[in-house]
């Protein structure tokens, strides 16, 4: 398999993978970010052990790939887990703000912000190991 059909076959694992972290059971999960384990890892990590058992992992690709790989998680649990902080803070301000100071028939906002955005470590780290043997199946019965 192409490393890039790997690597896009791992991310849909991931997020299929989340139907069954998430309590109650909700199939709608497959089609947002954030959770367990994070596909955008699983992703980048399938890819970056896909290039370097091809290529080698002393190979200039690899260290390509890797960084990239590094800026994607970096980005997932960090960056992107503190917006999610953010709206969660924001949605609780915004109902506490509407129930004390403001009538009924006025909102601050239609709807609430978007919290489960980002990741914790956790699901990062899952979501690499998930890449990572992902690639590897892939080496050792398809020889890519």
């Known amino acids: 398999m192409s490393l890039l059909a790997i ?26 970010s954030g959770g367990m384990p994070s596909s955008h890892s699983s992703f980048v990590s399938t890819l970056a052990f896909s290039v370097g058992l091809k290529y080698g992992f002393n190979s200039d690709l690899f260290a390509i790939v890797a960084v990239f790989a590094m800026i994607v998680t970096y980005d997932a649990s960090g960056v992107r887990r503190a917006v999610g902080q953010q709206a969660n803070v924001l949605n ?53």
Request: no cysteine; hydrophobic share 60%.
């Open 92 to 144: 609780n301000l915004i109902r506490h703000l509407e129930a004390k100071a403001f009538s009924d028939d006025k909102e601050i906002i239609k709807e609430d912000l978007k919290e489960l955005i980002g990741h914790t470590p956790f699901e990062v780290l899952a979501g690499i190991l998930l890449g990572a043997l992902i690639a590897i199946i892939n080496w050792y019965i398809f020889l890519l």
């Open 7 to 32: 690597s896009i076959l791992s991310l849909f694992i991931a997020q299929f993978l989340k139907i069954f972290f998430i309590k109650p059971f909700n199939f709608y999960v497959f089609f947002t």
